[in-house]
């Protein structure tokens, strides 16, 4: 068996995104709710298992895990900030209560699908965050993971990363407007501490790092994919990735 501590932690975030996914489906396909009605399942939930991702940075920093401290930082980053930057502060704005029509999407500049935007978005973390804290629980339970997880973990994200990136980006259009017109964590000048801060603009360019940064987040995987899938050698090869 590896780290114990590794293994609990990952055990632990497996079940919570786990149990977000189950909540998200049960709400909409059981009790016939929307967006509205899975934010309201998935909240506490939700909160506590995206934001136990900040563990995996000091874990990468300190050596206790092998993956890229930067990689690592820009992928937990952009989904604390679209949860307590976009989604919390702004749920009244990026939450609908029904489904929107086409001319107030339209207005909005929204795609068709932004109605089931929400529940897009737990697919997406959720669907990948159950396949990566797994695979990576039964590394530190057996060694090497059993094929089909790690065949998982290298192929899923190549759905799962888009539409979970789209999900965010189309979040974060949603509530520009509202961020503005509030002044949302921002400060103008004058004020006593002499210092301006414009929380609009900083999410603008936040949405503008995504473009760089989705192809160099992508293309990672799909070198490591190569390198634990391909050239048939997958089960000797995954234990070291």
């Known amino acids: 068996m590896g780290n114990p501590y590794l293994l609990v932690y990952n055990a632990a975030l497996t079940a919570g995104w786990g149990y977000v996914l189950?909540?998200?489906?049960?709400?909409?396909?059981?009790?016939?709710?929307?967006?509205?009605?899975?934010?309201?399942?998935?909240?506490?939930?939700?909160k506590i298992s995206q934001s136990a991702a900040l563990l995996e940075v000091v874990h990468s920093a300190i050596g206790l895990v092998k993956s890229p401290v930067a990689i690592t930082a820009m992928?937990?980053?952009?989904?604390i900030w679209c949860l307590w930057g976009i989604v919390v502060p702004c749920a009244a704005t990026v939450i609908p209560q029904g489904l929107l029509t086409a001319g107030q999407q339209a207005a909005l500049g929204?795609?068709?699908?932004?109605?089931?935007?929400?529940?897009?978005?737990?697919?997406a973390w959720a669907c990948s965050e159950v396949i990566r804290y797994g695979f990576f629980a039964l590394k530190e339970a057996f060694g090497t993971?059993?094929?089909?997880?790690?065949?998982?973990?290298?192929?899923?994200?190549?759905?799962?990363?888009?539409?979970?990136?789209?999900?965010?980006?189309?979040?974060?259009?949603?509530?520009?407007?509202d961020i503005k017109a509030r002044g949302l964590f921002s400060s103008t000048l004058p004020n006593s501490w002499n210092w301006g801060f414009d929380y609009h603009l900083?999410?603008?360019?936040?949405?503008?790092?995504?473009?760089?940064?989705?192809?160099?987040?992508?293309?990672y995987m799909l070198t490591q994919r190569k390198k634990v899938l391909g050239g048939g050698a997958a089960k000797p090869k995954a234990k070291a990735a």
């Open 22 to 46: 189950f909540l998200t489906y049960k709400t909409v396909l059981q009790e016939g709710g929307w967006t509205q009605e899975v934010f309201e399942a998935v909240d506490i939930p939700l």
């Open 75 to 79: 992928q937990v980053a952009s989904r």
């Open 110 to 123: 929204l795609p068709g699908w932004a109605n089931i935007n929400f529940i897009t978005l737990m697919t």
């Open 145 to 177: 993971p059993p094929y089909f997880a790690t065949w998982l973990r290298y192929t899923a994200f190549m759905v799962l990363y888009p539409l979970g990136v789209s999900s965010e980006l189309t979040m974060a259009w949603r509530a520009l407007p």
């Open 202 to 219: 900083v999410c603008v360019l936040v949405m503008a790092t995504y473009i760089p940064g989705l192809p160099q987040l992508y293309g």
